[in-house]
């Protein structure tokens, strides 16, 4: 009998960012396609002079999976999108669009499918050498830590990961772990004109990624209890082959519980990210200044799906996060979010799905205050 969920799925997934990825080759799987379209918009309402800003987004990601033969699979990931920013009361707006990098990743089940291993590709096919004054600045303002945009960034270089993984069943437990090696080649991310003059940003290179996991399983009756917990390690990023910027480590802890009965399934979980000190090197001695750039962050939610005979399903949920300080006078924040799922299966291998979610909270020690919405709609067809 086979193990379920051989590798835990949050290793492949972050392979992906936000590409529907299962975690374990399933015998007979067929080949699938599935696209979804995503808009999302945010209000930021600064509270001393209750100057707003909105940023919005709409994201289309297509995600393919190949059986190749057996236990071994093909995925290929593309995505594209447009954002733009602006400001109330300035003749201000920011944008950016195109397509993200291009991956492709291939895995093979060995040993009864005990033993995964990975290897993928990252295609540079995305957006580098932004507008430093017109695309770059939005860049930005997307990868705030209190902001929920489903592409952050389009393009970076080419790039490659390796993964190693293993389960097995001891009593009733399944127990799993891996270890994932990802690199990421230099390219340009930003130039621009100014008075005449064009200014390059230089050949960024980031620093290599290593991630190890380790995780369980636990059926006990109804309820299945997961836990898992992810180290992570960065090298030093380069700026024209010098060191400039070192990633803290963090470690992820996060528990699951999920009861099922009938054609109802109820899903809760909670996840605390330690982060430490990111490492900035000045000056032409390199000389390094540890800050904490990132604070901590806890989150918790739930969901709970009804599925009826003729096919329908639907998923209400909750979900709140909450990102500790940091040590540059950034406050810490809070955000709530609300929305449902329903989905249709029309026909076999055909599946439709729609969702909505509201967000608000607050962010930078309630210095700023936070709305957003996120609407989408999607479809998975196999063949």
Request: overall charge negative.
């Given at each position: ?104 990743q291939i895995s093979q089940a060995l040993s009864d499918d005990h033993i995964l291993i990975s290897g993928g590709v990252n295609l540079p096919t995305g ?56 690199y990421t080649g230099e390219y340009t991310p930003y130039e621009g004109t100014f008075g005449g003059t064009t200014i390059v940003a230089g050949d960024y ?179």
């Open positions: 009998m086979k193990i379920i969920r051989i590798i835990l799925s949050i290793v492949v997934l972050s392979l992906f960012m936000t590409a529907s990825a299962g975690g374990q080759i399933i015998f007979g799987q067929p080949a699938s396609s599935q696209a979804h379209f995503v808009y999302s918009s945010w209000t930021l309402t600064e509270n001393l002079f209750g100057v707003e800003t909105t940023i919005s987004q709409w994201y289309i990601p297509v995600h393919g999976f190949i059986p190749l033969r057996d236990n071994l699979e093909a995925r290929i990931y593309l995505a594209t999108s447009s954002s733009s920013g602006s400001v109330e009361g300035l003749d201000l707006e920011n944008s950016v669009s195109g397509f993200s990098d291009a991956r492709v957006k580098t050498e932004l507008d430093m004054f017109d695309e770059y600045p939005l860049v930005l303002v997307l990868s705030q830590d209190f902001l929920d945009f489903p592409l952050r960034r389009l393009g970076e270089g080419f790039g490659f990961n390796l993964m190693i993984g293993g389960a097995t069943a001891v009593g009733e437990a399944r127990i799993g772990g891996g270890v994932m090696y990802r290179d980031p620093g290599d990624v290593i991630t190890v996991n380790a995780g369980a399983d636990l059926p006990t009756g109804n309820i299945t209890w997961s836990a898992n917990v992810i180290w992570t390690m960065y090298g030093d990023d380069k700026l024209d082959g010098v060191k400039n910027f070192k990633q803290s480590q963090q470690l992820d802890f996060g528990i699951t519980g999920t009861y099922k009965s009938g054609p109802y399934t109820i899903n809760g979980w909670t996840s605390y990210l330690l982060r430490g000190n990111n490492t900035e090197y000045r000056g032409v001695d390199l000389v390094p200044s540890e800050s904490k750039y990132y604070g901590r962050e806890f989150a918790a939610g739930a969901t709970f799906t009804y599925k009826t005979a003729s096919g329908w399903y639907f998923t209400p949920l909750a979900k709140l996060r909450m990102i500790g300080e940091n040590e540059l006078d950034f406050g810490s924040s809070d955000i709530m979010s609300f929305g449902a799922t329903i989905g249709k299966t029309i026909s076999q291998g055909l599946d439709a799905d729609a969702g909505f979610r509201y967000y608000t909270g607050s962010a930078i020690s309630d210095l700023i205050d936070i709305t957003g919405y996120q609407l989408s709609v999607g479809l998975l067809a196999e063949f």
